[in-house]
């Protein structure tokens, strides 16, 4: 099983930048894929980014390409969302997630979830 522990998120105007971060600890040797997914109110939950753990390659929603990066630091066992030029549209409450085997961009084959941060983004 893998715990994970997020930090970051909060309020910031339009156009704004914000980092979250997804710390991972317990059995981390055997994570393949990381991901980020956000979950607005009334709305299901849906990708944001992932990053396949050995080589670092990474995805992203259409909506968030060009604007935000996610990252790993593969001795701090953490992943990173870095954010930029955010929208308003952007507001929600964001999860990171991990899963050890083939890589999927689906919630639902996501096992181990992070706390969520919520991230405001106001007008």
């Known amino acids: 099983q893998v715990q994970l522990v997020q930090s970051g998120g909060g309020t910031v105007q339009a156009g704004g930048s914000l980092r979250l971060s997804c710390a991972a600890s317990g059995r981390t040797f055997s994570t393949s894929v990381m991901g980020w997914f956000r979950q607005a109110p009334g709305k299901e939950r849906e990708f944001v980014a992932a990053i396949r753990w050995r080589t670092g390659n990474s995805n992203y929603a259409d909506s968030v390409k060009g604007r935000f990066t996610i990252s790993r630091d593969g001795a701090k066992n953490t992943v990173y969302l870095q954010m930029t030029s955010l929208k308003p549209e952007d507001t929600a409450v964001y999860y990171c997630?991990?899963?050890?085997?083939?890589?999927?961009?689906?919630?639902?084959?996501?096992?181990?979830w992070g706390q969520g941060t919520q991230v405001t983004v106001s007008s």
């Open positions: 997630a991990s899963r050890s085997d083939y890589y999927t961009e689906s919630p639902s084959d996501f096992g181990s």
